[in-house]
């Protein structure tokens, strides 16, 4: 089908779960336009770097388009009869729980929900688990706890309406930019709001506040614990709230005081005075919202974070009310839609428990299921474990890329290499799980999926197709549906399309409710096709977009524990397990701003690929200088589980003792920068989360002799180097390179560009100073050009990969590219700092010279930072210091 209509479709952004709501068309020859939906609740038109990029993700590189088995193409009857009949002999020769989904927060509701439902009701176990749990889990389980339900109390709008804003592990200003940009507008009409970050690391989002406690890493139990006794010793509790809506008050204060003044120093690393002055100002500020996310949750006690988190908005009532709550941001777009269905390990549908047997049994009922699992399944991090010792014999992946993101990443590798039967669900053709799975089924994307997602303030919208489904590429309920009705389970799971299954879904929650559960979107039950598709974003517990009702739980107690009363947890001072040693450094993994989970979508955009070029491990200059690293160094990072090699950015961002590592680069697009080989898998003991944020390591340089960079118009085939690279640009690739000797150079640059015959080759070797230089042209354009260099490869890189989409008629103009700088009069932008508008730091830097001296200034010469935001605080970066060098 091609969509020939160009009226924009409505649909929601595939990457955070601040949920952004985009207008997206497709003209007739596949040109794809987006912008930001204005009439959107979560972003009100605006749209992040990412988002803004969506339309350089949707095209057919790289894709999936028909299944495979073994590698070879196969029909979708033969790959799908294949998975079904693997997956029904193991149940019978091995039992239900030696099969297993490993699904994703990246899936629709609809998806998940025929995942969920075929495991759970239909072959009986809960051997369902999401990538998800490397997410979220421990805000699940914290909610749970405290709330007896997974609740998120507050809005987005909370987050404006605040006096005090506290960001807890949350690098908001890149991880969610638009809801950032919402606090920040806020802030620009609200002066006084306050905003505090707490981070072992200073941030873009630390950059901005008033407040930065660089905690020292798993340190926020403490740094709460010391909050809640502060609370109780100044007078700020709430006496009547706790009285009447909750439980465990005393116990909680006791543990908390059993912290001490000293202990909170020294397991927080924060000053006593800015200490002080953030309980001060917690306790002065009635409206006060508290943002968590992975900092707080991707730790080995996250859950008792988030409940310290609770805790303290429990003590003062400040819960549930127009700018007052704890707040829990998902990193996914679809995490939460994906604990409504119940799609993890532990979880039953519709916010229903597990090990609740009057849940087990209404859900059997209502699903006419001839099993139910009766125990949680296998979390993440045990499944893969399961995986590799033959518990789970065959398996089943959708939409992730485990190989790459999960702890200890080599020891999943090698447990899929062995599984018997691996299946992937994938957009992609080359993964690196992929790699690894028997059967590859092509799974559509986003701009032809068709569902909900539900983002991190409880609003379910549309995500609507606009692009026609390339190849065979089918929706994952579909293929799910399908394979469950070969498996024999036909009229549960023979539905007409997603609306049926949205509905099925919306029953479910309703049924037998009665107020007893917080999930209930009951008024969807008959919703219809016609209905689905003109569906408008709601947030539950409201039940249409129109419905003027309070979106907001708690604030007057009705919690969802037996008594309806919140519980207070006592958090003890536990021992600090983790290994010290001298010479290693805290690990922090984490996001950069401009790129996605493992690159599959982001990877594709040129722009997007510009910011943060190279996998790269922020380092403080005492820490470098120590280890004998300079800024752009190659440095090997280990740990018992692996090693990395990675480009040196050494910064004062990084507290001294700590480095931070992206998550983002793969085996396609790094030699060696699979930051999960590096990561033990230890979990948090309530959630199963792992602590993907605290590891040792040690760092020592590379011992490059050679560094290179490269512009490719063609990918290249194989990179033959110690250490590479491979980035996106616009015209093409470029490449970072380093050797640990020599190698011929002559023989590598043709190994690298297989230029054609015709093709007019350009050369530059000076021995004496160690450089070489190769460019080839093919017609008017240049094809690849290499540098190579002893030291530093000194060419503009934002300048070099231009030149793949320049125009050069003449001869002598063309040794501008070997000479790597630009000719007379010629402009280089430098590194971009602006995505959005392709604004480098040059340019940058050049307006600030001539008067620019704010970033609404440098924004309206420029117009960098004016889209998204996430930039501004490297543009007052640039400000800052030229102020600086004038003052000198
Ligand atoms: S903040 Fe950016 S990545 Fe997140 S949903 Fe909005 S546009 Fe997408």
Not at 271 to 284: G, I, K, S, V
Not at 375 to 389: N, T
Request: proline share 5%; net charge neutral; charged share 20%.
């Amino acid at each position: 089908m091609a969509i020939a209509d160009a009226s924009p479709v409505k649909t929601t952004c595939p990457y955070c779960g601040v949920g952004c709501g985009v207008l997206a068309k497709a003209d007739a020859g596949g040109v794809v336009e987006v912008r930001g939906d204005p009439d959107h609740p979560a972003n009100f038109g605006r749209l992040c770097s990412k988002g803004s990029a969506l339309a350089e993700t949707t095209g057919l590189e790289g894709r999936l388009l028909h299944p495979e088995i073994g590698g070879r193409q196969a029909s979708w009857d033969e790959a799908l009869d294949l998975v079904a009949g693997r997956f029904s002999e193991t149940v019978r020769i091995h039992g239900p729980d030696s099969v297993a989904l490993y699904v994703s927060g990246q899936l629709l509701t609809e998806d998940y929900y025929v995942a969920n439902k075929l495991m759970k009701g239909f072959i009986g176990s809960a051997n369902i688990d999401t990538n998800s749990r490397l997410c979220m889990a421990s805000s699940v389980a914290g909610h749970r706890r405290a709330f007896g339900a997974d609740t998120v109390p507050g809005t987005y709008a909370d987050l404006e309406q605040a006096d005090l804003l506290v960001l807890v592990g949350s690098n908001l200003a890149w991880c969610h930019p638009v809801l950032y940009q919402r606090v920040a507008s806020a802030r620009e009409m609200r002066p006084e709001m306050r905003v505090v970050v707490i981070d072992p690391r200073r941030t873009m989002s630390a950059d901005s506040a008033d407040l930065h406690l660089p905690v020292r890493a798993d340190g926020d139990v403490a740094l709460f614990a010391g909050l809640l006794a502060h609370l109780a010793d100044h007078g700020a509790l709430d006496a009547a709230y706790i009285e009447r809506h909750t439980t465990g008050f005393d116990a909680a204060l006791a543990a908390a005081r059993a912290f001490g003044r000293r202990e909170i120093a020294n397991r927080t690393g924060i000053r006593p005075a800015d200490l002080d002055r953030f309980y001060r100002l917690f306790a002065q500020t009635p409206k006060v919202v508290t943002v968590y996310s992975q900092g707080v949750n991707q730790s080995a006690s996250g859950t008792d974070k988030v409940n310290a988190i609770i805790n303290c908005h429990l003590a003062t009532g400040r819960i549930g009310k127009p700018g007052a709550g704890p707040f829990s941001v998902t990193g996914q777009p679809n995490a939460m839609g994906g604990r409504e269905v119940g799609g993890m390990a532990n979880m039953l549908a519709a916010h229903m428990e597990l090990g609740n047997p009057l849940h087990r049994e209404r859900v059997q009922r209502f699903w006419k299921a001839p099993a139910i699992a009766d125990k949680p399944g296998l979390k993440a991090v045990d499944l893969f474990r399961a995986v590799a010792d033959g518990r789970v014999k065959a398996l089943w992946i959708m939409a992730t890329n485990p190989v790459d993101s999960m702890p200890d990443a080599d020891h999943v590798r090698a447990a899929l290499a062995d599984c018997p039967f691996v299946v992937v669900s994938d957009v992609l053709a080359a993964t690196d799980t992929g790699h690894y799975a028997d059967v590859r089924l092509p799974a559509a994307a986003w701009g032809e999926k068709d569902g909900t997602v539900t983002n991190s303030e409880r609003r379910i919208s549309r995500q609507r197709p606009f692009l026609p489904l390339p190849g065979e590429a089918r929706p994952d309920w579909w293929i799910v549906a399908e394979v469950a009705r070969r498996m024999g389970f036909r009229s549960a799971f023979s539905y007409a399309g997603p609306a049926a299954i949205f509905a099925e879904h919306a029953a479910l929650s309703a049924y037998d409710n009665n107020g007893a559960r917080d999930f209930d979107i009951g008024a969807y039950a008959a919703i219809g096709t016609a209905g689905y598709d003109a569906l408008t974003p709601f947030q539950w517990p409201a039940q249409s977009a129109q419905e003027a009702g309070d979106i907001r739980f708690f604030a007057e107690g009705g919690f969802f524990t037996p008594d309806r009363k919140a519980r207070f947890i006592a958090i003890a001072p536990a021992a600090e397990t983790w290994p010290q040693g001298a010479s290693s450094l805290v690990l922090n993994t984490g996001r950069v701003r401009d790129h996605w989970h493992t690159m599959t979508r982001t990877g594709k955009s040129p722009r997007l690929s510009q910011h943060l070029a190279e996998p790269f491990v922020e380092i403080h200059p005492h820490d470098a200088a120590r280890h004998g690293i300079g800024d752009a160094d190659i440095v090997r990072v280990a740990t018992p589980r692996g090693a990395v090699l990675v480009r040196a950015l050494v910064t004062r961002r990084q507290a001294p003792g700590s480095i931070f590592v992206p998550i983002h680069w793969t085996d396609q697009f790094a030699s060696n920068a699979r930051v999960g080989t590096l990561v033990a898998p230890a979990t948090d003991p309530h959630s199963g989360q792992p602590a993907l944020k605290h590891s040792r390591a040690t760092v020592t340089r590379f011992p490059a002799q050679w560094y290179g960079f490269a512009v490719l118009r063609h990918k290249p085939d194989g990179i033959p180097a110690d250490y590479w690279s491979l980035a996106r640009c616009e015209a093409g690739w470029r490449v970072e390179l380093a050797f640990a000797g020599d190698r011929d150079w002559a023989g590598l640059a043709r190994g690298l560009f297989a230029a054609s015959p015709e093709a007019e080759t350009l050369v530059y070797h000076d021995e004496a100073l160690g450089r070489h230089r190769f460019a080839w042209f093919e017609g008017r354009r240049l094809a690849a050009a290499l540098y190579l260099a002893r030291d530093a490869v000194a060419v503009s890189r934002s300048w070099a990969v231009e030149q793949l989409a320049a125009d050069y008629p003449h001869h002598h103009t063309r040794f501008s590219v070997i000479a790597g700088r630009p000719v007379a009069g010629v402009s280089d932008r430098g590194a971009t700092v602006c995505s959005c508008f392709g604004v480098g730091v040059n340019q940058i830097a050049a307006a600030v010279g001539t008067g620019c001296t704010t970033v609404a200034a440098v924004g309206e010469r420029l117009q960098a930072g004016t889209n998204c935001g996430s930039c501004r605080a490297e543009i007052r970066g640039i400000i800052d210091a030229h102020r600086l060098q004038a003052a000198e």
